[in-house]
């Protein structure tokens, strides 16, 4: 298994061409994908990609990613590519442009391998939702890899990529990487680019990268950390400030941690892990978020409303799946009602409901509300410590099947990510041991907006713990 | 709370999506217990908030690019006439 840094210096040093990493990857797909379904494309043009990065190199350019091998979330434009979200509605649909961080990293000399596999529309926890079929943990083939970006995560874990990348709502980049062994980062919103992500909901999206390494995570999160015109809600650089302590203390907000249904096993990996915090010179300060066990109820809520209304496009007339009807509406209708799997259907009517007429004050404006005060919580909390630990999942990855046919407790799943989103801060998965059974479980470590560099700096202290 | 299933019904008609009637009751279960879950948020006193500044308007000079989309997405379009888009009468 490669690391970034290794890549780079293979690839560097000539001791292997981009051409040769690929074609390592590209067998190594074709020999363990039929298994996991972690892509649901793999690029007819992968070896074109990396030919093409070897002749920049013998040109003389400097390639700062030469050679690196990523798979991108279904969700997320290539220009020329489908990209489905996981979804019946999107299948015919190949992107007009290519995203921000696509362009990105291509200029610096990346390769994508193929589009990974995801929960329909970035909704779910376990990529089960997926009108490409589930995707299963490399770990142990009878669970799920987390979600949604599980694609992501089993294709990184299974060694079918250097580096992928996913994106996470409510911590679809942070769970499956805590299911699957990994590192997983949500940056700050605002950060990374959503210009040619596919919308879920807009206030809480964000794009973040899977390593097997802090150091491979922080190299890519450097790679797409840009201000984009395209973007209405990139923070330009100038206004990217870090406001708050930076003092190597962790803040555990104890009460809420033990309130929530954990299992009995990821609380003792929990401790055991903030005891070696304390051994790398971290100072453990308990500290109180009274409202966050609300943040996963206004965080469906605000989730709802904002899918619902970003779903609206999808109407059958100019691009993806089209079942005609008689009518204009009919063919909405017959489009809408074919494209979209259960769970987006759900989403949306619920989406309409919290913003209908005699309930909008109820639910969404209420929900608005509460998540100023959550996030007046985490800036309290902030005023005297660094950083905030938590686990990343209350549970470790699940069987197949177990929480498909009741909605309430796959959203319950999401109750330690959430808040994260809601406030719109950076948080980063980092593995932190394996149930008796051999499941990988994570640590979650949160800072305040823009202060990225002290979660990597955390996480690499954390990662070599022992 | 407890939605019935001609509630379900109006809701599909709002999100224009088709729900069948064996579908229906499964989702008037599922849609009870979720929002009576998120109505928990309704116990909390906290002040009403109208702008949490998440977000602020951001303009730029409306310069023109020269860019020529037409073939590509004319290209999605399931069902088109020369360079429009076919849809059924409405009126």
Redesign the interface.
């Known amino acids: 298994m490669y690391t970034v840094q290794e890549v780079i210096r293979l690839v560097s040093t000539k001791k292997k061409s981009a051409q040769e990493i690929a074609a390592e990857y590209l067998e190594r797909i074709g020999q363990k994908n039929t298994d996991l379904n972690a892509y649901v494309e793999v690029y007819s043009d992968v070896l074109e990609q990396a030919k093409k990065v070897d002749e920049r190199l013998a040109q003389g350019e400097k390639l700062p990613l030469a050679g690196v091998c990523i798979g991108i979330k279904d969700n997320i434009l290539r220009k020329g590519f489908h990209a489905s979200a996981g979804s019946n509605i999107l299948k ?3 992107a ?2 290519s995203s921000t961080v696509v362009e990105h990293l291509e200029k610096l000399g990346a390769i994508f391998l193929g589009r990974c596999n995801m929960d329909e529309f970035a909704m779910g926890s376990s990529t089960e939702n997926s009108a490409h079929g589930p995707t299963k943990n490399p770990h142990d083939l009878s669970r799920i890899p987390g979600g949604s970006s599980g694609g992501s995560a089993a294709a990184l874990a299974a060694d079918l990529a250097t580096v992928t990348l996913g994106s996470d709502t409510g911590g679809s980049v942070r769970q499956p990487a805590s299911f699957c062994g990994l590192v997983g980062l949500l940056p700050t919103y605002g950060t990374v680019s959503r210009y040619g992500l596919i919308a879920m909901g807009s ?1 809480l999206d964000q794009i973040g990268p899977f390593g097997v390494s802090v150091e491979d995570v922080e190299t890519m999160f450097k790679a797409i950390a840009h201000h984009d ?1 395209l973007d ?2 990139s923070v330009p650089i100038s206004r990217r400030i870090i406001q708050g302590t930076q003092n190597k203390k962790v803040g555990v907000p104890f009460s809420f941690i033990e309130r929530e249904g954990i299992d009995a096993e990821v609380l003792e990996n929990f401790k055991e892990s903030i005891d070696a915090l304390k051994k790398k010179g971290y100072e453990i300060v308990p500290i109180d978020l009274p ?1 966050a066990h ?1 943040a996963l ?2 965080y ?2 605000v989730m709802f409303a904002e899918a ?1 209304t970003n779903l ?1 496009r999808f ?8 079942v ?11 489009s ?3 494209g ?1 799997g ?1 769970e987006v ?2 989403r ?6 919290v913003l ?1 007429h005699g309930y909008y004050d ?2 969404y ?9 959550i ?1 007046q919580d985490f800036q309290k909390a902030f005023q005297d410590v660094e950083f905030i630990a938590m686990p990343t999942s209350p549970i470790p990855a699940f069987a197949l099947g177990e929480k498909t046919q ?3 407790t796959m ?1 319950l799943a999401d109750i330690f990510t959430v808040p994260v989103n809601i406030a ?1 801060i950076p948080g980063i998965s980092v593995p932190s041991g394996k149930t008796k059974t051999g499941l990988p479980l994570g640590m979650q470590f949160l800072a305040t907006q823009f202060n990225e560099a002290g979660l990597f700096a955390i996480g690499k202290d954390f990662e070599n713990h022992g | 709370m407890k939605l019935q299933e001609s509630d ?1 019904k109006e ?2 008609i ?6 069948s009637d064996a ?1 229906a009751p499964k ?1 008037a279960d ?2 009870s ?3 009576t ?6 116990s ?1 006193d ?4 109208q702008d ?1 500044s ?2 602020s308007n ?1 303009l ?1 000079d409306d310069v023109v690019v020269e860019q020529d ?1 037409t073939a ?2 004319l ?5 088109k006439e020369g360079e429009y ?1 076919k ?4 009126l």
């Open positions: 015919p649909y190949v007009t442009y206030s015109p209405s809600t409202l609300y109820a206004v469906y809520i619902s609206a109407d059958g007339v100019r691009y993806g799946l089209s005609p009807g008689g009518t204009p509406n009919e063919t909405y209708i017959n809408r009602g074919q979209f259960k259907q759900r949306i009517m619920l989406g309409n409901y209908s109820a639910f404006k209420k929900a608005v509300s509460l998540r100023a005060a996030i009741d909605p309430l959203y719109q | 379900i809701l599909a709002m999100g224009r999506i088709h729900v579908d989702y599922d849609f217990s979720i929002l879950y998120v109505s928990e948020i309704q909390v906290v002040p009403f908030v949490i998440l977000v951001v730029r989309f590509d997405f290209g999605q379009v399931p069902d888009v849809v059924k009468q409405i």
